[in-house]
């Protein structure tokens, strides 16, 4: 079974940005790659790690570093685009609207996860604090005046022996953007975990028409989910492994499909 973590970034951080940006039209016929996540391990890297003694016997600090696989770098494929690039789309009448890249950022992190009962008290579990990495991509979604976060992290399952699985999850966390430092309004927490088995706050569809354009492997954020309630304002994203955002329905109910 999953386990779904709250993951404890610490501030490791590499962002990139342009001084001189040259914003480029991108569609869906043009080929996206993820080759330029690279992963960027600190040789220092020893992270702090905590456990609730009330709850768990033990803390097993794992020293393997858990990076993303080639594959799994290929569902965040926007993180290789520049700022302030632009995605076009359109809706039913033929208007326009872009998505905008803003900004990427890519941090190691570790975690901890709860598995495997205690010897000395089945009650408990044992702790695992696990090494591992998050890539994040913050896209601006002018026509609806909001701004999200699309990310990728590593969750993990460990079995009865100990052997630790790691599993790939895309999340886009839905904000209200401002120009003014601390202002931005958190809206929504949408999960896609890439797994069509899962019923994690997503749709899964192994072939979609959307307004007119047909798309295969595609997941669908629903608005809310068991940890935050449903938002009027939340975006519903239409998302797959080969083009990314393939469409999404705005805070006015309009849809939007990627352009040719």
């Avoid at 709850?55 to 858990?66: A, G, H, I, P, Y």
Wanted: proline fraction near 5%.
């Amino acid at each position: 079974m999953k386990q779904f973590l709250l993951l404890l970034t610490l501030p490791v951080f590499f962002a990139c940005s342009k001084d001189n940006p040259q914003v480029s039209n991108l569609s869906k016929n043009q080929t996206l790659s993820a080759a330029c996540l690279k992963s960027e391990v600190p040789v220092d890297f020893n992270p702090q790690c905590y456990f609730d003694s009330t709850r768990s016997c033990e803390l097993v600090d794992v020293q393997e570093f858990f990076p993303f696989s080639d594959d799994n770098k290929e569902w965040l494929k926007t993180f290789c685009l520049n700022d302030f690039d632009r995605i076009f789309f359109h809706d039913e009448d033929g208007n326009e609207t872009f998505l905008e890249i803003s900004r990427n950022d890519y941090s190691t992190t570790r975690t901890t996860i709860q598995s495997g009962a205690c010897q000395t008290n089945p009650d408990q579990l044992k702790t695992y604090c696990i090494r591992t990495e998050r890539a994040s991509v913050e896209i601006r979604v002018p026509i609806a005046s909001l701004s999200f976060n699309l990310s990728i992290r590593n969750i993990f399952d460990v079995d009865e022996f100990g052997k630790i699985e790691p599993s790939i999850v895309l999340e886009a966390i839905t904000f209200e953007f401002s120009n003014v430092p601390g202002e931005s309004k958190f809206i929504n927490h949408l999960g896609i975990l890439t797994d069509s088995e899962s019923q994690f706050a997503q749709e899964f569809f192994p072939k979609i028409d959307i307004l007119g354009k047909t798309f295969t492997n595609v997941y669908s954020s629903e608005n809310g989910n068991i940890f935050v309630p449903s938002d009027p304002d939340a975006l519903k994203i239409f998302y797959n492994k080969e083009f990314g955002i393939v469409s999404f329905i705005d805070n006015n109910a309009t849809q939007w499909v990627l352009n040719d």
